[in-house]
């Protein structure tokens, strides 16, 4: 299967940037749309983005017009560039398998696992 490792979250404050990493391995990731997802604080894991391998994307409304997803095929790695960041952005960053037709980026069903999950990143803005 798939996994994901990401990576490049910190501290920052508001109005700043943050770009995160996430390294994927594991077969048929050439035929997968990933997806970024984040869990603030006492809240459900949200879908915020997500990118076919061709470079297609979607961004979702909490993020939209803030936040581009970008993919290097070559490397096997989906960024997140993150500018004008608030404080309702912090929380866990993770990356996970999203259907190809999904304008939600929703992850696969095998994701009700929670094993599925990589480590995340954490981001966290405050003053």
């Known amino acids: 299967q798939v996994q994901f490792v990401e990576s490049g979250g910190g501290s920052v404050q508001p109005g700043g940037s943050l770009r995160l990493s996430c390294a994927a391995s594991g077969p048929g990731l050439e035929n997968f749309r990933v997806g970024w997802f984040r869990r603030a604080p006492g809240r459900e894991r949200e879908a915020i983005s997500c990118?076919?391998?061709?470079?297609?994307?979607t961004l979702l409304n909490p993020v939209k017009g803030r936040f581009t997803t970008s993919r290097d095929n070559a490397v096997d790695t989906i960024h997140l560039e993150m500018n004008n960041l608030q404080f309702e952005d912090s929380g866990e960053y993770f990356c996970a398998v999203v259907d190809l037709l999904d304008p939600l980026c929703r992850p696969l069903p095998w994701y009700r696992n929670p094993d599925y999950w990589g480590k995340g990143t954490l981001v966290t803005v405050s003053a």
């Open positions: 990118i076919r391998r061709d470079g297609n994307s």
